[in-house]
């Protein structure tokens, strides 16, 4: 009987080094370049609403 932390029952896929280097070498999508527009543009939606929001508020203050 082989107890379960023996050697050979524990392979390690990470203790492959060229399988290490695929693992890190790895390209990120290419799409996720493209989605990096919509975000700014996202953004500077955010940011006009957020000054927008506080002029209101400041004008409401002030009346």
Do not use: H
Request: glycine content about 8%.
């Amino acid at each position: 009987m082989s107890t379960p932390n023996s050697p050979e029952n524990n392979y390690d896929p990470a203790g492959s080094t060229q399988m290490f280097r695929a693992f890190v070498d790895e390209q990120p999508p290419q799409q996720a370049a493209t989605a990096s527009g919509g975000s700014k543009t996202g953004l500077i939606v955010g940011v006009i609403a957020a000054i927008v929001v506080v002029a209101v508020v400041a004008w409401l203050a002030l009346s």
